[in-house]
């Protein structure tokens, strides 16, 4: 995947979590953060929000092989 590198730190464990932009809209998910020699201050990385949507999963409630926006437009025609 090509991933933006930021100056922001993410650290261990954020992997997979949302990356925002300053306006609050997500934009990404972080993948991976540097330490500087022992400082927390090296670059993070993460992968934009389109290259994620279009991953294909098989979630395990079927129908197969999707995507996360497939899913999502599905999603949106369910009514409870």
């Given at each position: 995947f090509p991933c933006i590198e930021v100056g922001v730190f993410a650290p261990s464990g954020v992997s997979g979590g949302p990356a925002f932009d300053k306006d609050g809209m997500l934009v990404g998910t972080f993948v991976y953060s540097m330490e500087v020699q022992g400082d927390h201050d090296g670059p993070g990385y993460f992968v934009?929000?389109?290259k994620v949507l279009d991953v294909q999963i098989e979630p395990p409630f079927g129908?197969?092989?999707t995507t996360l926006r497939q899913l999502n437009n599905k999603a949106a025609f369910i009514r409870p």
């Open positions: 934009p929000i389109e129908p197969g092989l």
